[in-house]
Nanobody, 124 residues
C-alpha cells in the first residue's frame, strides 16, 4: 500500500542544480529506509543515494559523492535528492524507493516499493 511519487525532473545544463522530491503515502514514513536510484537507457539501475529511517546516516554511489545530497522530512513524508554540478552522465530516469528495513539498503533488489520515475536530462 506504500505509494511513492517523484517530482522535480527536467532538462538542465551542465553545472546546474536540481532538486527531486519523493512524496510517500500509505504507511508510516519514518520506519522506511529511502533510496534514490537512476537508470539510463541500456544500463542497469544503480544506486544514487540512500538514507536511514531517522535521516542520521546516508550512503552515496561513487559517481555522485560530493555533488548530490539525500535528505528526508519525516514530518511531511518527503524524501529529497539535491543534485549539484550536474553532468551529462547524470542523465537518467531517477526513481525513489522505500524499504521497511532497519539499516540502509544499497541494492535495488532490496527495495519493495518504487515510484514511477522522473526524467533528468543534462545537456552539454
Amino acid at each position: 500500500q506504500v505509494q511513492l511519487e517523484e517530482a522535480g525532473g527536467g532538462l538542465v545544463q551542465t553545472g546546474d542544480s536540481l532538486r527531486l522530491s519523493c512524496a510517500f503515502s500509505g504507511r508510516t514514513f519514518s520506519i522506511y529506509v529511502m533510496g534514490w536510484f537512476r537508470q539510463a537507457p541500456g544500463k542497469e539501475r544503480e544506486l544514487v543515494a540512500a538514507i536511514s529511517r531517522a535521516g542520521d546516516r546516508t550512503y552515496y554511489g561513487d559517481l555522485v559523492k560530493g555533488r548530490f545530497t539525500i535528505s528526508r522530512d519525516n514530518a511531511n513524508n518527503i524524501a529529497y535528492l539535491h543534485m549539484n554540478s550536474l553532468k551529462p552522465e547524470d542523465t537518467a530516469v531517477y526513481y525513489c524507493a522505500a524499504d521497511n528495513a532497519v539499516f540502509i539498503r544499497e541494492h535495488a533488489t532490496d527495495y519493495d516499493y518504487w515510484g514511477q520515475g522522473t526524467q533528468v536530462t543534462v545537456s552539454s
